[in-house]
């Protein structure tokens, strides 16, 4: 098992978690927005809590989800949302 101390303003009490999110490479967040043919300056609001680790509630970046949100190295699931836009290739 391995410890890391990590110093911070914030108040902690046991239960807590950290979550620690790497940041998928530019270019695989590049090829996604190409994929879905989105500008990349498009802005997102996820309205519910449903998807733990992402912000909801509030306006983002979708550059800002892609990159250190989500994960982009793992296969997507088969059933993916209808409201999503999908294109097939």
Do not use: W
Not at 22 to 32: A, E, G, I, M, S
């Amino acid at each position: 098992m391995s410890s890391i101390h990590i110093q911070t303003i914030l108040t902690r009490q046991q239960g807590d978690y950290l979550a620690i999110l790497p940041l998928n490479p530019q270019p695989t967040v590049h090829r996604v927005f190409k994929h879905f043919c989105l500008p990349r300056d498009t802005v997102i609001s996820i309205k519910s809590g449903r998807f733990p680790g992402i912000p909801s509630g509030t306006s983002m970046s979708l550059l800002d989800l892609l990159s250190g949100y989500v994960e982009l190295a793992q296969p997507g699931e088969s059933d993916i949302p209808p409201q999503f836009p999908h294109e097939s290739h």
